[in-house]
């Protein structure tokens, strides 16, 4: 599989999730309703803005008692032999989900120092404090928890789905406020001027819609003479 150059991935990173889906669309190379995470994977720190790196996948739990092989040194050697930036993705295998906790400050900020630049788990995180004063690294989760539970690193690099998102190790991922989604291998190198592309021509949408007076009839025309 080919990677990006940094150039692509700091522009990629100057773009909003919501525009990157949207190109996306263009290329045809897949349904709709693919490649995307439901609303459960919340972004933690909006603040830091988009967050763009390659998948490190692994299952974990945290909530099942008798499990003892912790597994944690098979993630860390798989992120320092991944392409960077690396995104940890986690899916929560464990008894009960909600309860579930699989990042804090130590594990974050071991991650951030093997060259990772965020964590997407369908289970939950904690020490949120502590991670958002790191810089640079994002959580994606449903939610909080304040126990790590009885935490096991299960299968590393695996495919894996969360919250309708079909993950498998290195592919490119790209989020924000919005939410996650995958960057398709076959068209990462375009999505960008694609991107630019679906931008204009929203601009010339809210351009028109913007004007005073604006009705629905005046509203068809314009369609109409935008999409010929």
């Known amino acids: 599989m080919s990677h990006l150059t940094a150039a692509q991935l700091a522009e990629l990173q100057r773009i909003d999730s919501p525009t990157i889906a949207n190109a996306i669309e263009q290329f045809d190379v897949r349904g709709r309703v ?3 995470a439901g609303w459960e994977l919340r972004c933690a720190f909006p603040e830091l803005g988009t967050t763009v790196g390659y998948a490190v996948t692994c299952t974990a739990d ?3 008692p008798a499990r003892r092989d912790r597994g944690l040194m098979r993630l860390w050697e798989a992120v320092e032999r991944a392409p960077k930036p690396a995104v940890i993705v986690i899916k929560d295998i464990g008894q009960d989900r909600s309860r579930s ?3 804090g400050e130590v594990m974050a900020t071991t991650a951030k120092a093997l060259g990772a630049v965020g964590c997407i788990s369908d289970g939950g995180l904690r020490d949120v404090n502590e991670v958002r004063a790191l810089g640079g ?4 989760c449903p939610g909080f928890v304040v126990s790590h539970g009885n935490p096991v690193i299960c299968d590393v690099d695996v495919d894996i789905t969360l919250n309708g998102l079909a993950v498998g190790p290195g592919d490119l991922l790209h989020g924000d406020v919005n939410g996650v989604l995958v960057i398709p291998s076959s068209i990462a190198d375009r999505v960008v001027a694609q991107a630019m592309k679906v931008r204009e021509a929203e601009e010339k949408v809210l351009t028109f819609v913007r004007q ?3 009705t629905v009839a005046a509203l068809k025309k314009f369609q109409e003479s935008f999409t010929h």
């Open 212 to 214: 005073p007076g604006l």
């Open 137 to 140: 690294f994002q959580y994606f």
């Open 101 to 103: 906790c699989h990042m």
């Open 62 to 64: 945290s909530t099942t």
């Open 34 to 36: 693919e490649g995307f």
